[in-house]
């Protein structure tokens, strides 16, 4: 018995051959990306107090929510691009720290 490296499937080389990784990024980042979606959205949405720019808040919750369902139309060939997911992590780093001042739930000096 021989060990048949293409056969086994703990190996992550493509079929190519080119020693590149067959995980899907693309899927991997969407579906990591859905939790902090929903967190950031639902604590701006659920925010303790009024704001008189609610209704821009509102509208930026739904923008935010399809940027992310419009990432399912983006080829995989950027989600394997360092600059792209860098300012996927920088915009919803932004977003999350921007959710948590408006609901209320971090003091000013955060």
Do not use: C
Request: glycine share 8%.
């Amino acid at each position: 018995m021989q060990y048949q490296p293409h056969h086994d499937p703990a190996t992550f080389e493509n079929a190519s051959g080119r020693g590149g990784s067959a995980i899907p990024t693309k899927s991997t980042v969407i579906l990591i990306r859905w939790p902090v979606v929903l967190i950031s959205s639902s604590l701006i949405l659920l925010r303790t107090g009024a704001l008189s720019m609610g209704i821009i808040l509102d509208a930026f919750v739904a923008f935010y929510l399809l940027s992310n369902a419009g990432l399912y139309f983006v080829g995989e060939e950027a989600f394997r691009k360092v600059k792209f997911n860098v300012s996927l992590v920088g915009l919803d780093t932004l977003v999350l720290t921007a959710s948590l001042m408006i609901s209320g739930q971090v003091e000013a000096s955060f």
